[in-house]
């Protein structure tokens, strides 16, 4: 069964620094998103992708964020100045161009900051 | 705005029906009912979905009312492995984002 693989599962870094996240979504899916999840909380949507540009994004997605396809296939996440609120899980799916297809998630990348 | 609303937990014992119940009272006409659900701290994992008419597939059961107004996801017979947190969504058919809320913890027991 095709699924959304992302890397790392666990990055521990310093406040300040930046992180990429990075996703594998499904290889014909046409819709790419990052979601968050600070540890007890909801799981929060933060950005929506779609033909090479953000189609839709969260308050939470600030000039601090930015997402990229670079080459087709992956599909990042990057924190340029990570702050201790950034701590979370963080989330990428994916979506055909069904209406009502569903978004397959993936595992999911523990960002740890110090 | 939370657009649904889910009992906090339930337990339910393992090999009987888990029956969990969903209030979405201000649906409107082009959105859908979702069920996700979330095993510990794993990504997500979709359930099943229905616009009026009930629906099942292998892993659960739909069951909407007429009015729309609210909706039940039948796990037909609960494993330990079912445990988790079941989200269930409303989205319209042009929103292509899903919001989660709080959900139901359901603890499956032997």
């Known amino acids: 069964e095709p699924e959304v693989t992302q890397t790392p599962s666990h990055q521990v870094t310093q406040m300040g620094q930046e992180v990429i996240l990075r996703c594998v979504p499904i290889?014909?899916?046409?819709?790419f998103y990052w979601y968050r999840q600070i540890l007890g909380q909801k799981v929060e949507f933060l950005v929506s992708?779609?033909?090479?540009?953000?189609?839709?994004k969260s308050e939470i997605f600030d000039d601090q964020f930015s997402v990229e396809r670079p080459d087709g296939s992956n599909f990042t996440l990057k924190i340029r100045s990570t702050k201790l609120e950034d701590s979370a899980m963080y989330f990428c799916?994916?979506?055909?161009?069904?209406?009502?297809?569903?978004?397959?998630f993936g595992e999911g990348s523990r960002l740890t900051v110090l | 705005d939370a657009k649904t609303t889910q009992p906090p937990s339930m337990d339910c014992a393992e090999g009987r029906a888990a029956n969990l119940p969903c209030n979405h009272s201000?649906?409107?006409?082009?959105?859908?009912v979702y069920w996700y659900r979330q095993i510990h701290s794993q990504g997500p994992q979709y359930i099943i979905h229905?616009?009026?008419n009930n629906e099942t597939n292998e892993m659960a059961s739909l069951i909407i009312t007429e009015d729309r107004k609210s909706s039940t996801l039948i796990l037909p017979h609960a494993t330990l492995r079912d445990t988790a947190v079941y989200y269930c969504?409303?989205?319209?058919?042009?929103?292509?984002?899903?919001?989660f809320g709080a959900g139901t913890t359901v603890t499956v027991r032997a």
């Open positions: 799916a994916s979506k055909s161009g069904s209406d009502t297809g569903e978004l397959f």
């Open positions: 201000t649906i409107s006409g082009n959105e859908y």
């Open positions: 290889s014909n899916h046409l819709y």
């Open positions: 229905g616009l009026k």
């Open positions: 969504i409303v989205r319209s058919f042009n929103d292509y984002k899903l919001s």
């Open positions: 992708f779609y033909n090479n540009e953000i189609s839709e």
